[in-house]
T-cell receptor
Framework: DAGITQSPRHKVTETGTPVTLRCHQT?????MYWYRQDPGHGLRLIHY???????DKGEVSDGYSVSRSKTEDFLLTLESATSSQTSVYFC?????????????FGPGTRLTVL | AQSVAQPEDQVNVAEGNPLTVKCTYS??????LFWYVQYPNRGLQFLLK??????LVKGSYGFEAEFNKSQTSFHLKKPSALVSDSALYFC???????????????FGKGTHLIIQP
């Protein structure tokens, strides 16, 4: 999985609790992304980062925040988890600043919010 | 806005037969197009991409894809299917006029490919 790890790999939590998912890369790539995967929706972009402390919102950013204090780590936080955030979350990385660069994906985190 | 459509939720093919997984797209200019594969409980793996030039793109595991600008399509193909090709396949697009590599890909909903022995 291209030098990308995600932790935890599985998590069950309760509605209203905060949750932080971590993405760690060893590729020194500039760009990092968080997606969620839901049946019938494919993958949808939550947030992305184009450098340390540089982040921006994606298509489905409501209820999520991110931080990137180091090149290798990109954190996704659900401040107060809801059942609609039950999903599989994927981190991706990309090198360079060209739109045609492919993204490489981590193994995913399965999050269940009860 | 850019979008991708994968019209088939599932495609069934007999082993040894050719396979096609369909994808159509909508972008404002000339697109960058990608195919990914996802095996159960795994992340997505990059298969191939189209940037410019030859309309037939070759990728990993014997897959290829044909870009057709007039039909706004980018269908994934393989001449002879293997049972091990059974997986979930995603087509994705990026508008070349988007902000460099910063923003993400727009994915289709995915197509389950089932290869029957």
């Amino acid at each position: 999985d291209a030098g990308i790890t995600q932790s935890p790999r599985h998590k069950v939590t309760e509605t209203g609790t905060p949750v932080t998912l971590r993405c760690h890369q060893t590729e020194n790539h500039r760009y990092m992304y968080w997606y969620r995967q839901d049946p019938g929706h494919g993958l949808r972009l939550i947030h992305y980062s184009y450098g340390v402390k540089d982040t921006d919102k994606g298509e489905v950013s409501d209820g999520y925040s991110v931080s990137r204090s180091k090149t290798e780590d990109f954190l996704l936080t659900l401040e107060s988890a809801t059942s609609s955030q039950t999903s599989v979350y994927f981190c991706a990385i990309s090198d360079g600043d060209r739109s045609y660069n492919e993204q490489f994906f981590g193994p995913g985190t399965r999050l269940t919010v009860l | 806005a850019q979008s991708v459509a994968q019209p088939e939720d599932q495609v069934n093919v007999a082993e040894g037969n050719p396979l096609t997984v369909k994808c159509t797209y909508s972008v404002s200019g000339n697109p960058y197009l990608f195919w990914y594969v996802q095996y159960p409980n795994r992340g997505l793996q990059f298969l191939l991409k189209y940037i410019t030039g030859d309309n037939l793109v070759k990728g990993s595991y014997g897959f290829e894809a044909e870009f057709n600008k007039s039909q706004t399509s980018f269908h994934l193909k393989k001449p002879s299917a293997l049972v091990s090709d059974s997986a979930l396949y995603f087509c994705a697009v990026r508008d070349p006029y988007s902000g460099g590599g910063a923003d993400g890909l727009t994915f289709g909903k995915g197509t389950h490919l089932i290869i029957q022995p």
